[in-house]
């Protein structure tokens, strides 16, 4: 079981380097059909630098580099008892086929619902890119049934 001591823990530093390739397999897995993100023409006329990453897919790389079971100790989780809550991103500047990102990521709440049936714990991370620049913030939660 989680308990609020955790607040603050960070949960360490990885970076994940943007490829054109994933991109065009994600867009495509999640039905994205505008062709700045499989184009990389159509990404420049756009004004970006190459390929965008779409809005969900700093998920996907700030998962690389990490050990899920690690991960779940921390929290005090059982695999076979957590769901995805929630996520969110707030986008400061777009991130594209090319950049090096870097995710620093902690722990910010931990707190329980339903008279303790419902175990939350909330995770910022601060995603930054090669050269220093703030791309994005995105929240998570899980919860342990």
Request: aromatic share 8%.
């Amino acid at each position: 079981m989680a308990d609020k001591s955790l607040i603050g823990r960070s949960l360490g530093v990885t970076t994940a380097e943007v490829e054109k390739g994933r991109l065009r397999f994600f867009a495509k897995a999640i039905g994205e059909t505008d062709p700045i993100y499989t184009d990389e023409e159509a990404a420049k006329a756009a004004g970006y630098r190459s390929l965008p990453v779409p809005p969900t897919f700093l998920m996907c790389l700030g998962g690389e580099g990490r050990d899920l079971d690690e991960q779940l100790n921390i929290y005090g989780f059982d695999l076979g008892r957590i769901l995805h809550a929630e996520q969110e991103f707030i986008y400061h500047r777009p991130a594209v086929a090319g950049d090096t990102l870097t995710f620093d990521s902690k722990i910010v709440d931990v707190y329980e619902k339903k008279g303790g049936a419902l175990q939350f714990v909330v995770s910022e991370i601060r995603v930054t890119n090669q050269d220093g620049e703030h791309i994005a913030d995105v929240r998570c939660s899980l919860v342990q049934r």
